[in-house]
């Protein structure tokens, strides 16, 4: 965790050696755990870089995906569609952004059931730093080429379609 | 998440099609996606694979870490140390894991402001039943062969090196 005191040795490595040595094949106990360990450094990163912003990733990716529709506005139902979060979650990020005045929601007159988000002028000027600042740290992806990148994503979507994330191949 | 209905599209393909079309370069961007939806994946996995025996993955890995420890015992300092989590953290699953009857505080008596834990043998009994269990489903790794595993492994140590993640090379 970030400002924690750095071990002189990996933890990861360290417990595959104690895995290897009282269980045994320590192949896919270590690649989760890197994979937990490597989600932690990055949000943490991430979260710091847009701490000025005022928002977090989470509050971030809603901005972003609004910024996308051709109208605009999404229904909320479809923002926890797209960004894979319950939900709650999205109920809590649209709460906070409307309360900063980056987001509002707006009634549907053809479905009263359902609730649109909508970016505000302030959620767009936001957004834009926001954006700025992340690329600029690379969205927190150290020591790995674009190559090794590209390489990297196309090993974790074949976890992710084994794990049936999404329907098509 | 579980439960969810499943997008007929791969939403991180999206997106990154989405960020292409509108801000540029979607590399990074859908890289750091994904190792958190991955992350998302493999813990509700492993949460829902350890449920029957009262415990999430994080108290799995407190149980795990004692049980390497050749004196059978460790300072609570040092757990959170492995772990890489938070002092409140293991304070948590150490709470839990008491009330549960699978560790217990020992006060050290060469230093009162030092406590260790220790795995009693119900503790032990539970974390054998665990393991098998996540043993079976391959700590929630899908879709990739031993030396895939490793290969992504090795790109995420890249990853977590640059990012300070511990000193030595």
Redesign the interface.
Known sequence: ?PG?????????E??SE??TK???DP??????T??????????A??DAALKPYGITFARYEVLV?L??SSTGRLPLSKIG??????PTSVTNAMDRLEAQGLVKRVADIEDRRRTFAELTPEGEAVLAKA?KQI?SI???????D?E??????D??????????????G
């Not at 090794?148 to 994503?153: E, L, P, S």
């Open positions: 965790m924690d005191p750095k071990l002189p040795f990996d933890p990861i360290r417990a104690l895995w009282h269980i045994g192949t896919s106990m270590r690649l989760a890197s994979i937990m360990r490597v989600q932690q450094l990055i949000i990163e991430l995906l910024s996308f569609e797209r960004l894979m979060v319950h954006t690329m690379d969205f927190a992806i150290n020591g790995l674009a090794q990148q590209d390489r990297t994503y090993l974790l979507r074949s976890l992710r379609s084994s794990a049936g994330d999404f329907s098509e």
